[in-house]
Each structure stands twice: as C-alpha cells, then as structure tokens.
C-alpha cells in the first residue's frame, strides 16, 4: 500500500535536545504534511511541502524532501516537554489518493 | 472560531446495536473526511465528501458501513449492525477547499467508540 512508514516508532529524549522522525512513502506524491497528535485529541497539522520542494521551515520545525528516496523527515529543535506527541506523516499521491503513515511517539522528558 | 466538532466523544454499545457519529465541519469548509484510528491499521480514510457528495468510498470497510451529508454543515456516519471489530476512535476532518489538496485537514476530537 502506498502508506507511510515512520521510523522510529517510538523516541524518548531530554527536553532541549533535537528530535528527528522519518517517513517513507511507495508512489509519486504532490505533497507531503506532518500532523500532530496529542493523547485523546485530533490531529493538528503542523507544515505541508510540496514535491517541487526540497526544505520548509515552520518556528522550530524543519522539514525535507527527498522524492528520488520517497522519504521526508521531520526535525523538531530545541524540544520542550509539551512536544510530547504522536507525529504522523500523510501523502496525497499523484493519483489523489491521500495516506497517512504509522506514525513515530515522541516523550521529551523535562 | 468553532473547529470541527464530532458527537458524541464517547459511545459504548452492545454487538449488533445501530451506531451514529455526528460532525459537523468548520463554516466554509467545503470537503469533509471520515477516518478511523485503531493501533493495528492506524488511521484509514473511509470517506470523504466535497460539495456534500460522495467523492470516494473506497475505504468503507463493508456495507454496514454508511455516510451521509444532508448539507454543508453536517455529517454522519453510521454502523448498523455495529460488531466489536468496530471499536476504535473514529475522526472527521474538514478542509476549505472542494477537494483533497495542499489544504491542510482540522480535525476533530474523534468519537472513541467500544462495542461490547
């Protein structure tokens, strides 16, 4: 299928430090967003990049794109306890279908 | 300004009862999406409407699943007759535009559902 995969699945680190999350993906996207997911609560979507786009900002998030390797990450600096969340990424393919990935748990431990 | 709001959050039901989620999308939001979230399949998008009609239900998982969209500020999604495989928290999202685009999905709070 084309879904994400998220890797890891889980990641635990200290509050100050840079959190780093991957997603994979199997087709030609158009785009590719990030979302957010705190415990019992909705998604919240977080930045969007194009696939004609290889690097977006968003305050301390950073995103890349590397459609010849099909994969995107997600880099949060700086991470604060309140960055404890699932992050998930989503892909709306060529053929307008839209996905989301498994998604990577993240604590940051104050 | 109101986001989506889904009802209700919580619903417990015995195998074989009829199950109705609600949503309604934000104001002005043109597309609404119905997804469901278990820990083994993660989120799957079931449905989605533009223009209140049905665009693609090609992850409507069986026939006892249904949605509808009588008007733009209103959704539903029933299960009828609901089984416990069926139990997972279920979500609505909305976007501006008619179309699943590089508009961004609010989402609402999720409806978890248990069946019994």
């Known amino acids: 299928s084309q879904q994400g995969e998220e890797d890891p699945q889980a990641l635990s680190i200290q509050e100050g430090e840079n959190a780093t999350m991957n997603c994979s993906y199997k087709t030609s996207i158009n785009n590719l967003q990030w979302y957010r997911q705190n415990s019992g609560r909705g998604l919240v979507h977080l930045i969007l990049i194009r696939s004609n786009e290889r690097e977006k900002h968003s305050g301390r998030l950073r995103v890349t794109l590397d459609t010849s390797k099909k994969s995107s990450s997600l880099l949060i600096t700086a991470s604060r306890a309140a960055d404890t969340a699932s992050y998930f990424c989503?892909?709306?393919?060529?053929?307008?279908?839209?996905?989301f990935g498994t998604g990577t748990s993240l604590t940051v431990i104050p | 300004d109101a986001g989506v709001i889904q009802s209700p959050r919580h619903e417990v039901t015995e195998m074989g009862q009829e199950v109705t989620l609600r949503c309604k999308p934000i104001s002005g939001h043109n597309s609404l999406f119905w997804y469901r979230q278990t820990m083994m399949r993660g989120l799957e998008l079931l449905i989605y409407f533009n223009n209140n009609v049905p665009i693609d239900d090609s992850g409507m998982p069986e026939d006892r699943f249904s949605a509808k969209m009588p008007n733009a500020s209103f959704s539903t999604l029933k299960i009828q007759p609901s089984e416990p495989r069926d139990s997972a928290v279920y979500f609505c999202?909305?976007?501006?535009?008619?179309?699943?685009?590089?508009?961004?999905?609010?989402f609402g709070d999720g409806t978890r559902l248990s069946i019994l």
């Open positions: 989503a892909t709306l393919t060529t053929g307008n279908q839209f996905y």
């Open positions: 999202a909305s976007t501006p535009q008619g179309q699943i685009s590089n508009q961004p999905q609010h």
